[in-house]
């Protein structure tokens, strides 16, 4: 069987640097290491009306700047297959059936569904489509038989609940679906960085992110706003680094190469933790030095879309093509699922 990859992004916004740093760089890291024989990334138009079905000019908008944002990374259309959730309705056939294998109560019970229900002010009066977001998930990841999905921490639950119906339906009908893992960034602290303002995530909606289509200012001012250390009161005050989002976002992308570069009385990020935790270095000279190493990373993906920005015909067209491949591939897998079922009532051996 082919080695699979399954991966995607909600379209209601631009991506940040917490989408980077928790998946789309893991990602790049998975294309170009030719260990996968498919990659799948999906545009998830259809689980981002869940909640926003008010306003579906605002996904179909935001469609084109999620593929800008996944080929400025340096996501390859020749070794990835783009494509839109929407556009593939075998997808909604799968989800259909999979509704069966879990209840209502598991589904009130995923930690990231009442977190987000939460963030949201849903109550009882929480959409159907958006408590059933997991089965959906599950859909779209069995649907290509991957078995590697490379997500973020928060999205773990989801993940578990994927392999619990796939469990569920090969028990009841036999090995068919594919049981995925999921595949953490390396660099713990790049799993869940902190939004600027120092809430625990990063979130479009919250508007506490630094996007990868930033300009350099808007970059620098955000960094310059950043949440701190409330403690840090004065350049000689002890600071603390532990949830410090300015030294979060070090952890998750200064090189040892930036200081020298950037900052060269230091040698490594632990001589600048320490300097900061004992005394005697402001908040400022801290977060320009962030704002230089963000920028380093951001200049060329900024580059990239730019270069993209200047057909975005052709970029329609990768999601065109990507959405016809992914839809033969999500068939054959709706029919396999369907024979397990015995409900392919006119294929081979008919009713009886």
Known sequence: MKKTILTGDRPTGRLHMGHYAGSLKMRVGLQDSDEYDRILIMIADAQAL??????????????????????????D???????IQSQVPELCELSFYYLNLVTVSRLYRNPTVKTEMQ??????SIPAGFLCYPVSQAADITAF??????????????????????????????????????QLAENAASRRLPGTDGRAKMSKSLGNCIYLADSAEAVRQKVMDMFTDPLHLKVSDPGHVEGNPVFAYLD??????????????YRSLDELKAHYTRGGLGDM?????????IEAELAPIRARRQEYEKDIGAVTDI????SVRARELAAQTLSDVKRAMRIDYFDGAGLC
């Open 285 to 293: 000279k801290v977060k320009r030095f962030l704002s230089a190493v």
């Open 145 to 182: 038989r991957a078995a590697t999905v490379p997500v973020g921490e928060d999205q773990l639950p989801m993940l578990e609940q994927t392999r619990e119906i796939v469990r569920r339906f090969n028990a009841l009908y036999g090995e068919t679906l594919t049981e995925p893992e999921a």
């Open 252 to 265: 998750a992308f200064c090189r040892e190469e930036h200081f020298a570069e950037f900052l060269p009385e």
């Open 77 to 83: 259309p020749a070794r990835c297959t783009f494509f």
């Open 319 to 322: 999601l065109k093509k990507g």
């Open 119 to 124: 963030l949201r002010g849903f109550d009882s």
């Open 50 to 75: 869940t909640d926003n079905f008010d306003d579906p000019e605002k996904i179909r908008r935001n469609i084109t700047e999620v593929a800008l944002d996944y080929l400025a990374v340096g996501l």
